[in-house]
């Protein structure tokens, strides 16, 4: 009886480890609609979606998930691609001790936003591509970004070491580490002094930062910043100040004339890696560009510099001419590397291609502007910028220059993430709407825009996130529902549709049902992070504020009730907003539309 208890038992047990056995991870991405993560489609690394069962078989098979947050445009992601996550011994090591996942950060916002915080809090720096290792609870215990292949190793080798050994400890850890509880959301009251406050504490945090010397913020790399210097724009426009318009003249005159724009092809990259606006990243996105227009044709009516507005159309002109899709809507980005992985190879040229491309006129022109004598200050050639100020002669000649490289670019492969989605056409729908305004000549593409969000982005009850290789993908977050809403009503005063404010309302009424709730705003419907917490005030980022874009929205259509839920939300407290104004404009913004000041 023994011998048969035995046997019982000896059979359950291999049943169940058989059971219990785990399927062999398989890399997923394969042929996946986003170009970013189809990128990654033939890695060894078995890379995983970011959704519900990979979190939940994290958990069955108690693993930490390495969470790896990139996006088609960035240079250091194809580069960690290429030294990471080919290398088969770091992909043996990731899919044995992890649960590896990809994520595009144009599909997943939210996620992406707090993985950033929680880098910036650790590593006091975030960015991309981003790292993160998370429990299966979903808490973030570690994060590294960039790191050469051997350094890389080590980490992940390291805290798979200490996983085994520790692993309660670890998530307890991780779970000390996450922001506190969610409190009872707190109020302020909204008037007039108290937008005085946000504006002067705006204002000196602005004086502090920036550039008198280069233009922009800091002093290290140069972003364009757009959020900010549109409330700046907005102040100088309420209360003229010479100091604050020599600032934003600087500033606006050195992002169009050096490195940070395209002189041949037009279009902004996304910025520079030294304070002196001289060496761009390559990457172009569609959200720097729609902003940038709006920035610069904002700009040419307050500081009345047509100039401004040139610089404006023209970054509108880029998104016709390279991001226009042929079968509507806009692409998110181009790479900052060629089909060879070769940085700014489609924006540079050697010495003597441009003096067997240009005549001798152009040639002396572009020398001694493009400063061609001095040493090559990339390792592929020279960017055209206006190293030097062109005279009334020289811009004419550089101008036919410009011409004629563009043409011989059109040989030259660009790499696009044709991926479509929809807060961004929303932005660009609202720069194709101030075009219209400075220029009827824009009136079919911003028409076009709004036909390719109403037909193929918006459903019967709100919209798709994006659509890429014919297919349509779900999980529209707050920004979407913000920007489109917003583009929709821009649409609709430039061009006197008043189906697109109806459709603008359908949205911003769908937006403060999903995403606004007792304790705050939520970027994603749904979230798998254990951290998110409701905020009461979302920041700005490289784009506005969702949430104070949805807030300005709702104010211009003076629909009663939704109004009252504007006002309330302008009301709810943000300690963080309190320390740092500077990086939140666009809710200032929205608290100076609420009390009838400005646009």
């Not at 880098?119 to 215990?141: C, D, I, M, Q």
Request: aromatic share 10%; proline share 5%; charged share 25%.
């Amino acid at each position: 009886m023994a011998q048969q208890l035995v046997a019982w038992l000896c059979l359950l047990f291999c049943v169940g480890a058989v059971q219990a056995e785990p399927a062999k991870l398989a890399n997923r991405l394969a042929d996946h609609p986003s170009p970013y993560l189809a990128l990654h489609g033939a890695d060894p690394v078995a890379w995983q979606e970011w959704n519900a069962d990979t979190v939940a078989r994290a958990k069955r098979e108690n693993k930490l998930l390495f969470v790896s947050v990139g996006y088609y445009a960035c240079h250091w992601c194809h580069v960690m691609q290429r030294e990471s996550y080919k290398n088969r011994e770091i992909a043996e090591l990731l899919n044995r001790e992890f649960i590896p996942v990809k994520v595009d950060r144009e599909l997943n916002t939210g996620l992406d936003d707090a993985l950033q915080d929680f880098s910036a809090r650790l590593l006091k720096v975030s960015g991309w591509p981003l790292n993160a290792f998370v429990t299966p609870e979903g808490y973030p215990a570690y994060a590294v970004l960039y790191a050469p292949p051997e350094d890389f190793r080590k980490v992940a080798a390291r805290l798979a070491e200490r996983w085994k050994a520790d692993s309660a400890g670890v998530k307890k850890l991780a779970q000390g580490a996450a922001p506190r509880e969610t409190v009872a959301l707190q109020r302020q009251t909204l008037d007039a002094a108290q937008l005085a406050r946000w504006e002067n504490g705006f204002l000196q945090q602005l004086r502090a930062e920036m550039d008198d010397l280069r233009g922009g913020f800091g002093e290290v790399s140069k972003f364009p910043m757009a959020p900010q210097l549109m409330l700046a724009l907005e102040l100088q426009a309420a209360k003229a100040d010479a100091k604050l318009e020599a600032f934003l003249r600087l500033t606006l005159d050195q992002m169009a004339a050096r490195g940070l724009m395209d002189h041949v092809n037009g279009g902004f990259f996304r910025y520079t890696t030294d304070p002196g606006w001289e060496t761009p990243h390559f990457e172009k996105m569609l959200y720097d560009n729609a902003q940038l227009a709006l920035l610069y044709l904002r700009a040419a009516r307050v500081l009345k510099e047509p100039r401004y507005r040139a610089a404006g159309l023209r970054a509108a002109d880029f998104m016709l001419d390279v991001l226009a899709a042929p079968e509507g809507g806009f692409r998110a980005s181009t790479s900052a590397v060629d089909e060879q992985g070769r940085e700014g190879a489609h924006y540079l040229w050697g010495r003597e291609e441009l003096k067997r491309l240009l005549n001798d006129a152009e040639f002396a022109a572009a020398r001694r502007v493009w400063k061609l004598d001095a040493a090559a200050p990339f390792e592929l050639g020279y960017l055209p910028a206006e190293w030097v100020a062109p005279n009334k002669a020289e811009e004419l000649l550089l101008r036919s220059a410009e011409g004629k490289l563009s043409q011989a670019r059109k040989n030259r492969a660009l790499p696009k993430d044709d991926k479509r989605n929809a807060g961004l056409n929303g932005l660009a729908l609202s720069a194709l709407a101030a075009a219209m305004r400075a220029d009827p000549r824009y009136r079919g593409a911003a028409a076009g825009a709004y036909r390719f969000i109403r037909e193929q982005m918006m459903t019967s009850d709100g919209l798709y996130k994006s659509m890429a290789k014919g297919k349509k993908l779900s999980g529209a977050e707050l920004e979407d529902y913000a920007f489109v809403a917003r583009g929709l009503l821009d649409y609709a005063e430039a061009a006197g549709v008043e189906e697109a404010r109806r459709e603008a309302l359908k949205l911003t009424q769908a937006a403060w049902r999903q995403f606004a709730g007792t304790q705050g705003w939520h970027r994603e419907k749904q979230a798998l992070l254990a951290t998110v917490r409701p905020e009461p005030v979302l920041a700005d980022g490289p784009t506005a504020s969702p949430s104070a874009v949805l807030i300005m929205t709702t104010l211009r259509l003076d629909d009663a009730g939704l109004s009252a839920r504007a006002r309330e939300a302008l009301q709810w407290y943000s300690p963080a907003m309190g320390r740092d104004p500077f990086s939140y404009p666009t809710q200032v913004l929205a608290y100076r539309r609420a009390l009838g000041r400005g646009e």
